[in-house]
């Protein structure tokens, strides 16, 4: 019964945190406090009811439209909510009620915040991506997360300047260094390597999909989920490794 119990105010903490981080995903590149003013509605600015505010149920109940101007809300407000509650809920079954738990569900809600912003404006605030690279050195081994996301920090420094030479174009941005720099931290090496590895798989489809071949991908969504993939089957990244190099 506790662990129902717990399972279920894990889920609802992670929702209710995935609808103030759709605050945090339409203000901050905006400029705009994420505290003041109250939510309101995108098309005609009235001021939303409590009730309005629900996550997940009211988008359900509302059927997608604004209780004021009938205006359709974006799915992606209650898709956030729904996977940052699937996030922490993931998080709990891999670590267990440890008290970097909290720590650890910041990063990956933060990095969610980051692949949202960098899709839709091509950018990365360095208020959330800073935030991220702090907290993920917060680990047991706090001194070796912190030279780990360093290194990380390094050597993705150098592969920039390498690559823009190159490419003679500029290959990745500072929001990309940073990024590293939060999978080091959080992942450690070799696990690092893992995980700069999927993504590179992860982004071969997207980048030759797209049409105009000037414009760049975003590449920190798919750090971000190479990153979560790698931390949540560490174990089996390792047994693979193993079978690699020892058959």
Not at 56 to 83: A, D, H, N, V
Not at 91 to 105: M, R, S, T
Not at 174 to 182: H, L, P, W, Y
Not at 208 to 231: C, E, G, H, R, S
Request: glycine residues 6%; aromatic residues 16%.
């Amino acid at each position: 019964m506790n662990e129902i119990i717990i399972t279920i105010f894990i889920s609802i903490f992670g929702v209710l945190i995935g609808s103030f981080l759709n605050v945090i995903i339409y203000r901050i590149p905006k400029g705009e406090s994420i505290v003041f003013p109250s939510s309101k509605c995108q098309s005609c600015q009235t001021p939303l009811k409590w009730y309005h505010n629900i996550p997940i149920f009211s988008w359900l109940f509302l059927r997608g439209k604004c209780g004021f101007c009938s205006e359709k809300i974006s799915i992606q407000y209650p898709l956030i909510e729904l996977t940052t509650g699937v996030i922490a809920l993931l998080l709990y079954y891999k670590l267990g009620l440890v008290w970097n738990l909290p720590i650890v569900f910041a990063v990956f809600t933060l990095l969610l915040a980051l692949v949202m912003i960098d899709f839709r404006y091509m950018a990365v605030p360095d208020s959330l991506n800073l935030l991220a690279l702090a907290l993920a050195v917060i680990t047991p081994t706090i001194l070796e997360s912190l030279q780990d996301a360093l290194l990380a920090v390094g050597g993705f420094t150098l592969l920039r300047y390498y690559l823009s030479y190159f490419l003679n174009k500029e290959a990745m941005g500072e929001g990309d260094i940073i990024v590293a720099g939060t999978m080091g931290g959080l992942l450690g090496f070799p696990l690092f390597f893992y995980a700069l590895f999927l993504s590179a798989i992860l982004a071969i489809i997207p980048s030759l999909m797209a049409q105009n071949k000037d414009k760049a991908v975003p590449f920190v969504p798919f750090l971000a989920i190479a990153t979560f993939i790698v931390y949540m089957f560490d174990t089996q990244f390792y047994k693979i490794a193993e079978y690699i190099i020892y058959g």
